[in-house]
């Protein structure tokens, strides 16, 4: 039972559900008491079971352990007990365990240093019947040396503890018995002027009758033999009181501890603060007949108690989307950046507060230490308020108060302050009902705080601060880009991707590597091997790839790579022309260009009627410029373009004599069949007109485009009509500015 539980309207807020194990470790401290019972299994058969409490506080200075063993004396009534009248009970550490703190009153907390543990010993022994029956002992030194009831033995330590219970013999009852058994584990603490309730009730397995009461402790054990064994026989010495104490008054408190005899309800108020030894007694009776007696020796913790307070802890609840199935919150996040940044100026200093959440920002122009940050449209808030069981019964609304920049009904549900609980629960929760409203707004907070007034009427106020931010856009990094290989495949990846993930990529019609995989697949840099060549095997100039990518936001974007290729393309010239030189993507370098297999860059000596130009630029070449060389025949060649990487493409490129003729056959027959003006590549909207004798416009054309490299007549009227045979003049118009005229017979073979 947590004593905050008791505490009505009892607020406790989280955003997330996270389990963390505490590890207990035994830590040595002085003796605080112990008790002991029985179970009769049958024949001579009992299972007996030994529970001894010690305190594991900082003020454990010695070290004192649970011993690995319990000695247990059995005793028949005669004589003494000796060596063979003793079992030892080993210790197995899955009996030792803490226990709670509780306080018997809801107002109150205790110390933070308080710390009780508790050890089960527990075996079966054989107790053959017996006119007297069986005494079962344990003793052990010492008590805690600051108890404050107990007179000091020696001035170093109290003395040690006597835990005695009866089996009865035949002389009393030849009936099985069991002894009670106290259900509640001891009470740790008390809280000065605060009343305390405790039910120390016990339970017996016959039904036997049960009276309780408070009763002296015995002595046992002290420092010059602190594990007795064999124990001492009965009878045995109570532990001294100091005056103004005793077994019945054992503590400062008014009322004075009491235990009522019929339910075993512990009622007191302490008012001073100490540690206390105190025995509480119950007995068994059978017909009027007592059976046994059960003592549970314990030291009772008075201390100062703060008021009851509760938290207000706040941490982000992802929400699902399509197709990221695993809700991941920002500490196991990857792509986040480390300052999340907005189009209006404003940041927030998310790897800093992941790291330490004590820290304080300027939110709004607020210093504040931040609780929690979620992000409009990719997480919520969600609280829960927990009341005692005492108020369970109850219809009662909690009134949160909410104030920062966020505005209520826009940014959040306009309902979020109030927060119903229903009858018959000691929960309910209320999620913020955040939304992404679409409106850049950055950074924005709200401060969400509630006044708790407790049974005792106490008050304390609780709050916390929860930043709101706007999603964060998903930014794709490419890698740098590597080689083409010889096989035509290229290696293209992203060297980071930021935003919220894990995320969900599709990427060359695969979809792979959502958060539903193993945390430690996710990943923000990958690559992928692209078939670079086209559908005949050629290289395209540009290859576009896209990524598609999704967010633990739900959001998608698409995030293109392009690929550009230096690649040549066919082309002709005229002796003597200079054109651009024919190729994709001529800002990339290139290795060497080849013309028939012979090498024509920046040179005039290949034997070859090309000269390619190229400057220098990072080691390679960039190409410029592609010259017909002077010469009487015409040339047709495979070109040869070799990038950076080695790879090679190729085109045709002729060099063709471009002299402008005086006579041309339009009639399918000679073979002279067009009127062609070339070497007009690079200037784009030169224009040919055609004239007749009498100096009428017949015909005309231009170039629309730079690689156009050549104008062409075919004897016909622009309607389409052959123009009669005779006389012509045409007229060039290049777009440099250059006119250039001559005569022109067209004569037909009938």
Known sequence: MNPSSLAPHFLRVTFAFCASLLAFQVQGTHLVGGDFNYVHLGGDQYEITLKIYRDCSPANTNGTLFDDNVAIGLWDGTGTIEFGDVILIPLLAANVSGVPV?????????????????????????????????????????????????????????????????????????????????????????????????????????GDDLVYSLCPPKQGGDAANAIPNPPSTPPYLDVPYLAGFSWDNPMTADPQLAIDPVT????????????????????????????STVTRDFQFNVTVCEPTEFELEADAV???????????????AVGLPDVLTYDNGESFPMAAWLADNDITIDVDGTSMVVDAVVMEGCNDARFTIERPESEAELLDTTYLTLTGTASEGLDYDQYFSQVVMLADSTTSTIELGLIDDGYDEGVEHLVIECEYVNACDQVSTTLANVVIVDPIPIVATPAA??????DGTQTLGYSNVTGYGPFEYTWDGRTWNNAAQPMADWTVQFDSLFDMLDAQGQLPPAT??????????????????????????????????????????????????????????????????LHAFAVPEEGYWRLTDLEALDTPVAWEETLTLIDTC??????????RDCEIPNVFTPDNVTGNNLFRVRGLTGMMGSKLLIFNRYGV?????????????????????????????????WVLIRADGVRDHGSLHVFRAR
């Open 481 to 486: 880009l590597g080689c083409i290989d010889p």
């Open 102 to 206: 509780e306080m018997g009153n809801p107002c109150g907390t205790p110390p933070p240093d308080l710390c009780i543990e508790q050890a089960i010993y527990t075996t079966v022994v054989t107790l053959p019947p017996n006119a007297y029956g069986w005494d079962l002992v344990y003793q052990r030194c010492c008590r805690n040396p600051t108890i404050v009831n107990l007179d000091n033995f020696g001035g170093v330590e109290n003395a040690g503890m006597t835990l005695q219970v009866h089996i009865p013999g035949t002389d009393i009852t030849t009936e099985s018995n069991s002894s009670p058994e106290f259900q509640e584990l001891p009470p740790v603490a008390m809280c000065t002027d605060l009343p305390f309730v405790w039910d120390h009730a016990a339970l017996d397995p016959d």
């Open 697 to 729: 416009e017949v015909w005309h054309d231009e170039t629309l485009q730079d690689d156009e490299p050549e104008l062409v007549w075919d004897g016909r009227y622009m309607n389409g009509d052959d123009v009669p045979d005779g006389h012509y003049q």
């Open 646 to 655: 080695g790879f090679a493409t190729e085109s045709v490129i002729r060099v």
């Open 544 to 609: 576009l790839v896209e990524l598609v990518i999704e967010d633990q936001c739900g959001e998608t974007v698409i995030h293109p790579i392009e690929v550009f290729h230096p690649v040549a393309f066919d082309d002709e010239l005229c002796p003597l022309e200079i054109i651009e030189f024919p190729m994709h993507n001529d800002g990339i370098p290139v290795s060497d260009v080849l013309y028939g297999g012979v090498s024509i860059l920046n040179t005039t000596e290949s034997g070859v009627p």
């Open 264 to 291: 075993g309800e512990l009622t007191c108020t302490p008012t001073a603060v100490g540690q206390y030894a105190i025995g509480i007694c119950v007995e068994e009776y059978r017909d009027g007949v007592l059976l």
């Open 318 to 332: 992802p929400f699902a989307s399509a197709g990221i199935e695993v809700l991941v919150p920002y500490q196991e």
